[in-house]
């Protein structure tokens, strides 16, 4: 017997539909080509502390860190029922088709049942990243190997125990600090969450220090005998910094008006004479947007509708189920060429839209183009999210009306010509000073046509043509204007730029040789779990959702009690994102599972010894013991009758006998 294991009911039924003769029974599909069964979601979970041994009932900070030798599961009681059904199956079957979504989760949820059980019999794997029929009929005659998934499976057992190190412990650690500083609150550490909640309380400090300030561009016109051209002064730092120690801040930006006074006088000083010292032409061509991935789809919906990242992914799922769009939770944004063949059907259904950018977009499309999204040397267990060959016929629900929507028109701008233009780019050097122009000349619109993108922060500052000139040209400088533009205070995050944040880590790293390396991975979360992470947040009352019309996030003050207590080890995102870089490279046999645990073995004990020593903020009403300076006076009752110790007590031993003279005595 053929036994297909899904991941969930809805699965089932759908691969069952493709088999011949489907019979449903209690927890499973009987087909003449085998049976069909399901999970419920992970069926199994790690235990908790106490069941390796008992002692960890009570937190203690001594017992840090519990550090499992051989890792436990146990069935969830909810799905007990499914789990008995399964194993029954399985024991009976001769060969098992592993058939969790083509992702890491999707992989281990599976495999840690099979392996729970003991399984020696044959495993195939079948991936669906779409449920039509022709989809599923497909990957049922083309089943893979499971073992070729081992690294997938690692990659996922990792994420799962790293995460219940650093969620058991740390939380255990500063929930136990936190109580002695007088607070009664369980503060959960999560390996994500919490490097994510603290960049919104830094954001929250950006905003509540911001003080504006002005920032100056000199543009100066010069003229060339085939006509005049205005070119932007470009700062030279260290020649800057000799005039005026503040005039260039971080941002590269001059923001000093004795430094404008002082290059003003210096350009309109005689002579005039200047000289082109390098100019580049450059044929440019633009690609596209690509496909979406889900968390560029719950950006994108987010700016657009102000949905949040949990009603795309719900919307995105919805329309899987329905057949409209592939599988939803992929952090792809590329396409197989084994797809390139169904463009022109699903071009020819989406012409039945009510929407005229998408209309306009299909009528205008060659199927025969192929750009840049077209490459399977990109697309690993699954692709990007686009439509199916399936034509949305109605029974959806506005967000997924406009969710489909989406994702349908970055699906039909690939089958769209190319943006091409011309770019110059001059330099000119005038009083040994640098000063740049760009020229931007469309030779061809192409895809820019018919898909809007906003407009880039600097195109401003380029010319749509300049004069005849080459390397070597003389030039005079004819004069000079200065504009003054004022800083801006940051955005407040939403929900939507917050997975936008997570994605783009690297950006808020605090190591500057890290962040660079950094640029290119992953993020921190995966595609599935950023918006249940943000969620949490919210539900643990970390977060607020704002009233404002973009539905901001703010931290309340249990955020900034928390984020201002911890290391930065936990609050910055450096470590983390080395470690998702890490399970993203485990996927592809690059590391192991026990070095990648002992890594975070060893970070979970340098920061449970670290708690030893944080500092809360005293909540009002308790005083700070006068002696260790971090604990707090506690009201006890001795064999003398009532006194007030100190709550680090055994390791700071101060007691008094009245609280308001605080009238020390030491105890030895």
Sequence with gaps: MRLYIAEKPSMAREI?????????????????????????GHV?????????????????LEDLPIIPTAWKLEVDPKVAEQFAIVKNLISRADEIVHAGDPDRE??????????????????????????????????????????????????????????????????????LAAQQSGHRDVFPIGRVKTPTLALVVRREREIQNFKPKDFYKIYAEFKHVNGTFIAIWKPNEDYIKSINSTAIDSEGRLVSKKAVAYFLKKFSAEPHDAVITDLAKVKRKESPPLPFSLSTLQIAAGKKFGYTPQQVLDAAQSLYEKKFTTYPRSDCQYLPLTQFSNAPKILAHLTNTSDEILKCLVDNADAKIKSRAWNTS???????????????????????????????????????????????????????????????????????????????????????????????????????????STTEKPARFTASTLVQGMKEIHKFVKDVDLRKKLKDVYGIGTEATRAAIIQDLITRKFLTVGRDKKKTLQPTEKAFLLIDALPDALTYPDATAIWEDKLYLMSDGKGTLEDFLSGQAKFTKELCAAAVDAKFKLPEGTHQCPRCKVGVLVKRNGKNGVFWGCSKYPACTMTCNDINELRIKNSE
């Design 378 to 484: 990109k697309v690993s267990a699954h692709h990007a999210i686009i439509p199916t060959v399936k034509p949305m016929i109605g029974g959806v629900t506005e967000i997924e009306f406009n969710v489909y929507n989406l994702i349908a028109k970055n699906y039909a701008v690939q089958f769209h010509q190319l943006h091409l233009y011309d770019e110059t780019t001059v330099t000119v050097t005038y009083k040994d000073e640098i000063f740049s122009v760009r020229s931007k000349m469309i030779t061809q619109n192409g895809w820019r046509d018919f898909y809007v993108m906003p407009k880039a922060k600097d195109d401003d500052e380029v010319e749509k043509t300049l004069p005849n000139m080459k390397k070597g040209d003389p030039v005079t400088y004819e004069n000079a204007e200065v504009k003054t």
């Design 44 to 60: 199994l979970r790690q235990v908790e502390p106490e069941a390796y041994d008992a002692k960890y009932k009570i937190w203690r």
């Design 106 to 175: 999707g992989q281990l949820l599976v495999d840690e049942v099979l392996d729970f059980l003991g399984n020696k019999k044959p495993v195939k794997r079948i991936l669906l990243n779409a449920l039509d029929k022709a989809s599923i009929v497909y990957a049922i005659n083309h089943l893979d190997d499971n073992a070729n998934f081992f690294n997938l499976k690692q990659s996922a057992l990792a994420r799962s125990r790293a995460d219940w190190l650093i969620g058991m412990n740390l939380s255990r650690a500063y929930t």
């Design 16 to 40: 069952a539909a493709c088999l011949k003769n489907p019979k449903k029974g209690k927890g499973y599909i009987v087909t003449d080509d085998g049976v069909v069964t399901w999970l419920v």
